[in-house]
């Protein structure tokens, strides 16, 4: 177990933990959370021995390995997969030991060495390695590749594939998903899901939280407390618990008042001198027992576009791709005023090739691109957020983005995405990448953009920007086209689905279970390297096109049988839980009340059978569906 007792944690003057007692079980998997500055990558440092506790003590088990992401990957020379394999350093070790031993002719050496890499399964190691890099997007030929050849985010996920390798019993994990696409995102899922070991991990994906977590842990006032159960849960429990504590305050505010009324009439009161400084110790200790409240959230919304052209964007049988190469066919879409979709699709499909083909960057291969009159666009991407001038601060930025607000205008909206105070004279340069990402929002929105073409937005935004986010986005009145792994911030934001994958992009008719279900099984068949296209698939989009629909058509049936009973079943159980609760009632097993307890009791026997029926029934369906499913795969 891990167990923090009256830790106190300092960074520099502040203060961040105080009187800390935590205790954290092998194998659980734990939500780490909490505003931005609050201390949740130091207690990481903490956890992984980097820096110790002000105050108190971190015990572990002993022998316990550590695996944590390095920040930054120096530019090696060394191929991917062996950089992801140095990561196993009982491997590594065993091999070099092995070397020395067979140099020096060692035989009891050499059978040692080979006693302990069979006992780590040392074979299967290069594999793993190849499928771990595989799952985050690295294709064989990739694996090959020196590390100094990818860029900053690919490196981060050699680093995410190297402490994966490791064999930990313990991972600390720092927002792993920061530079991952959805269907990386979805297959690490799945591993953290089956790793046997203990994990704490920060991460503001909440899907991602809600999927893996067993408890999550909050720092919020220089405290630590510990929920049980996933993020959700953890929303609805605290918020409950804040309800119960304002309610408290208030009772408090009450009783402060009228003891304040005493003092006020009596202070000067000989007689009752003593009777108001009682009562003022005791307003005093009440002053001292602060609410628990939220700070200000962020809040933001989107300009009214001045103008909404319909359509906005039109693609007409249009290829995109770069110089003469093809990555997408015959695309043909449409954006009006309403258009809201996200775009899915394996990494390296051409998601960002199609936004860029769509704002302007890249220029039709083939085909037609028509734009609304006077349509303004604004364009999210990474790149954008990386070429924020350096030595520029969010108050110069916005007072060039709106040359003819005030002063106080300019900070007042400059408050709403985060930046207040002497914040707003920060230079870009000592911002994080969150900061970076909400300033580049603050001024995205300045355009009055009537089309929002968003690659990943959410990279680097904090839960409750992320929330401020998704308000926003809902309220916003122009057309959207998104690209995001967050899965929450996709649901509540886009009305259609596009799946950009093999050459292709179209309308995508299933929801986003059905795609990571898609994907999984695409990862399957491929084992470890991602699909290749046939030259034959290629050729001929609009036969694969037809038999898409054709199988849709044949599924159609099943899956409306399927959805009738799950309805049928809902319905059943919503009667069952009215039944349950009618028989919670004392009253009914009054004398006078026998005839009706019985008609209930009969009915409750019957709902069970109906219930148990209606499971086996939707069993079948299910089975029937899948494998109807597989045959037409």
Not at 79 to 89: E, K, N, P, Q
Not at 156 to 179: C, F, G, I, Q, S
Not at 213 to 223: A, G, P, T
Not at 435 to 454: D, G, T, V
Request: hydrophobic share 40%.
């Amino acid at each position: 177990m891990l167990h923090l007792q009256n830790i106190a944690l300092r960074r520099g003057t502040s203060l961040l933990l105080d009187e800390a007692n935590i205790t954290l079980h092998p194998g659980w998997k734990v939500g780490l959370v909490g505003r931005n500055g609050c201390g949740k990558s130091s207690l990481m440092a903490l956890l992984n021995g980097v820096v110790e506790p002000d105050k108190g003590e971190y015990l572990k088990p002993t022998g316990w390995r550590i695996g944590t992401m390095a920040q930054e990957v120096p530019a090696l020379p060394d191929a991917a997969i062996d950089y992801v394999l140095d990561g196993h350093t009982s491997y590594r070790a065993q091999q070099a030991a092995l070397a020395q031993a067979d140099a020096a002719g060692d035989g009891h050496a050499i059978a040692q060495a080979h006693s302990e890499l069979e006992a780590m399964n040392a074979w299967s190691i290069p594999a793993r390695a190849a499928s771990i890099l595989a799952g985050l997007g690295f294709s064989e030929s990739a694996q090959q590749q020196p590390v100094a050849s990818f860029s900053g985010g690919w490196r981060m996920r050699l680093n995410l594939a190297r402490v994966l390798l490791a064999d930990a019993d313990l991972l600390l994990l720092d927002e792993p998903t920061n530079h991952l696409d959805l269907d990386a995102v979805l297959w690490l899922e799945d591993w953290l899901r089956s790793y046997p070991g203990t994990l704490v991990l920060i991460s503001h994906d909440r899907d991602f939280l809600n999927a893996l977590c067993s408890h999550i842990l909050h720092i919020e006032h220089q405290r630590l407390t510990l929920y049980a159960g996933d993020y959700s849960t953890f929303e609805k429990t605290r918020a409950e618990r804040i309800a119960q504590q304002e309610s408290e305050h208030r009772k408090q505010e009450a009783e402060a008042a009228h003891l304040q009324a005493f003092i006020d009439r009596f202070r000067a009161k000989a007689s009752k001198a003593r009777q108001a400084q009682s009562r003022i110790k005791a307003l005093e200790r009440l002053q001292a027992q602060a609410p628990l409240k939220e700070a200000a959230s962020f809040s933001f919304t989107f300009h009214e576009p001045e103008k909404l052209p319909n359509p906005m964007v039109q693609l007409r049988q249009v290829d995109c791709g770069y110089g003469n190469t093809n990555i997408l066919n015959q695309v043909n879409l449409t954006l009006g005023p309403d258009t809201r979709i996200g775009l899915l699709g394996p990494n390296g499909a051409g998601k960002s090739t199609l936004i860029k083909t769509l704002v302007g960057e890249l220029d039709p291969l083939a085909g037609e691109r028509v734009y609304g009159n006077d349509l303004i666009i604004g364009y999210f991407h990474q790149q954008q957020v990386d070429a924020l001038p350096q030595d520029a601060h969010p108050l110069k930025l916005m007072q060039a983005a709106q040359p003819q607000w005030e002063e106080a205008q300019v900070r007042s909206e400059l408050g709403r995405f985060g930046f207040h105070g002497d914040d707003v004279f920060a230079t870009v340069a000592r911002f994080s990448g969150g900061e970076k990402a909400r300033l580049a929002l603050a001024l995205l929105i300045q355009k009055k953009p009537a089309l929002l073409l968003l690659d990943e937005p959410a990279n680097h935004l904090d839960l409750e920007m992320r929330e401020a986010l998704i308000y926003a986005l809902q309220q916003y009145t122009g057309a959207m086209l998104l690209v995001s792994h967050d899965r929450h911030l996709l649901d509540t934001t886009v009305d259609e689905l596009w799946l950009v994958a093999e050459g292709e992009a179209k309308p995508y008719e299933g929801d986003l279970n059905d795609y990571a279900r898609w994907l999984r099984e695409r990862f399957r068949k491929t084992d470890t390297t991602p699909v290749e296209t046939s030259q034959e698939e290629r050729q001929d989009p609009r036969l694969k096109r037809q038999q898409a629909a054709q199988k849709r058509a044949q599924l159609r049936p099943l899956k409306q049988a399927l959805d009738k009973l799950e309805k049928q079943l809902a319905k059943c159980e919503e009667a069952l839980g009215a039944i349950n609760e009618q028989l919670n009632d004392e009253n009914l097993y009054q004398g006078e009340n026998s005839e009706l307890l019985q008609a209930t009791l009969k009915r409750q026997g019957e709902l069970n059978n109906e219930h148990e029926e209606l499971e086996e029934r939707l069993l079948m369906a299910m089975e029937e569906y899948e494998q109807a499913e597989q045959s037409l795969s």
